[in-house]
């Protein structure tokens, strides 16, 4: 089972101090890449919703970011690729 999913599961039973120590080893792991959509759904399951949606806004930040990150990369090695 995905630890996220777990930490939501927990949340969702009553288990909130198990749910935040489920988090904390999912998030505190900094090589390992953790959704923000995913985060949320814990956050919400907790009832912290301002933590719900600072988590849903990095998320769509990073998402914005990798996005604008890729298309200028893709357009200078177009313009490199390309003959004029």
């Known amino acids: 089972m995905d630890r ?3 930490a939501r599961a927990q949340a969702l ?10 988090m904390a080893s999912v998030v ?3 090589e390992q890449f953790v959704s923000g959509y995913d985060r949320a759904a814990v956050y919400a ?3 912290r919703t301002d ?4 988590a849903l806004e990095e998320g769509y930040q990073s998402r914005a970011n ?3 990150t890729q298309g200028a990369k893709a357009a200078a090695t177009s ?4 003959p004029e």
């Open 51 to 54: 933590d719900a949606f600072a």
């Open 79 to 82: 313009s490199l690729t390309q």
């Open 13 to 22: 039973a009553g288990d909130h101090a198990a749910a935040a120590a489920t």
């Open 4 to 6: 996220l999913a777990l």
């Open 28 to 30: 505190g792991r900094s």
């Open 45 to 47: 399951a907790l009832g």
């Open 66 to 68: 990798a996005t604008t």
